[in-house]
């Protein structure tokens, strides 16, 4: 168990706007609700951005909310805000603090676009205000899921919530019409990115009823990690140090190949349940800032481009979606777009609006 600390904010409740919009998470902002994460999963980023570790102590910045309130008022309506940054906002601490709770009802008073990533079905307590705030904006919620075998979770995440009570949520969400998706985050080499395991977390994640899926590969970002990584695979089963040191050489990713071939893999059996590989323009059509959305539709088009093997299309795509995101396009520069006619159509709302420069 971990300790409470209770504190106050050394600095911003919310980050920084994003030079480039997150392509996974909608988000122009970033936040976290708690300091540390008492689930601790071994494979986290979170490990390598502090010395102490992750599950040891969670700070609970106590004036969060009032801050959050005040911070929101300089934000624009169309940018999302995505809660998803090293620690669960529906952690433990969350049942004794409620901090989650009140950041969500300060964004559904403003009516402030949200994403919420977590690995607990105690979100389904703030489902009124998920409800109210979506009706107002936009409010999105996505679970963390690695894998749908019990024991297998259990020595990946012993202190997470099962995955069966993720997969209960995410139907329930569903019925009440609140947008959710899955993040296989992280892919692991050796662990849950079997075919066998893959096909089988996509199906139950499909017969939830999510809207759509998102992955990403294990960071391995510097030797205490790897070492960290390492003694979880020993738990796992038997993995010598040489698979991972093969697969990664010293770097922070796994190899081109290796990512390229899963990305494929993964894609085609998304792509045969009819289970969308990121969030649906559908979703968030109308809800957030013109540029933002053109820009997310241009990010999603271009990571299919990129794994069926169209590299200048998904390099050309991703340079167009930054410029849009800054309000810097051309009207030269969207026609090259094979999406144009829809881009224009959705940037036409800012000109209307008034945010498109002239």
């Not at 020993?234 to 990512?259: C, F, M, V």
């Amino acid at each position: 168990m971990a300790y409470y600390v209770e504190d106050q904010l050394a600095g911003p409740a919310i980050g920084p706007r994003r030079p480039s919009i997150n392509e996974y998470f909608l988000s122009s902002y970033t936040m976290a609700i708690y300091d540390g994460c008492e689930f601790g999963c071994p494979y986290c980023d979170g490990w390598a951005v502090r010395l102490r570790p992750l599950n040891e102590v969670v700070r609970v910045p106590v004036d969060l909310p009032e801050r959050v309130t005040d911070e929101l008022g300089g934000l624009d309506r169309g940018d999302l805000v995505g809660i998803t940054a090293f620690t669960d906002p529906y952690q433990p601490a969350e049942q004794s603090y409620r901090l989650t709770r009140q950041v969500l009802r300060a964004f559904a008073e403003r009516g402030q676009p949200v994403l919420i990533l977590t690995k607990s079905p105690v979100v389904l307590e703030d489902l009124a205000t998920l409800e109210r705030l979506h009706s107002a904006s936009l409010a999105m919620v996505m679970f963390t899921l690695l894998t749908t075998d019990p024991h297998l979770a259990e020595k990946l995440e012993d202190r997470a919530p099962a995955p069966a009570l993720r997969l209960d949520a995410i139907a329930a969400l569903k019925r009440a019409g609140i947008p959710v998706g899955v993040a296989i985050v992280p892919l692991l080499p050796y662990v849950n990115d079997t075919d066998l395991l893959i096909n089988t977390t996509l199906h139950a994640v499909a017969d939830a009823g999510a809207d759509f899926v998102v992955w990403d590969h294990l960071l391995i970002p510097d030797e205490r990690h790897r070492s960290r990584i390492n003694e979880m695979l020993a738990r796992i089963g038997r993995y010598p140090p040489s698979y991972y040191r093969d697969l990664y050489h010293g770097r922070t990713l796994p190899d081109l190949t290796y990512r390229n071939e899963r990305n494929q893999a993964l894609l085609e059996r998304c792509d045969a349940l009819n289970l969308p590989v990121r969030a649906p323009h559908a979703l968030y059509t109308g809800r957030l800032r013109p540029q933002n959305e053109a820009s997310l539709l241009l990010k999603h088009t271009a990571f299919r481009d990129s794994v069926q093997g169209r590299a200048n299309l998904a390099r050309q795509g991703r340079e167009l979606a930054d410029r849009v995101y800054r309000n810097e396009a051309t009207d030269i520069q969207l026609r090259a777009s094979p999406l144009y006619e829809t881009l224009r159509d959705i940037l036409q709302r800012a000109t209307r609006s008034g945010q498109q420069k002239p």
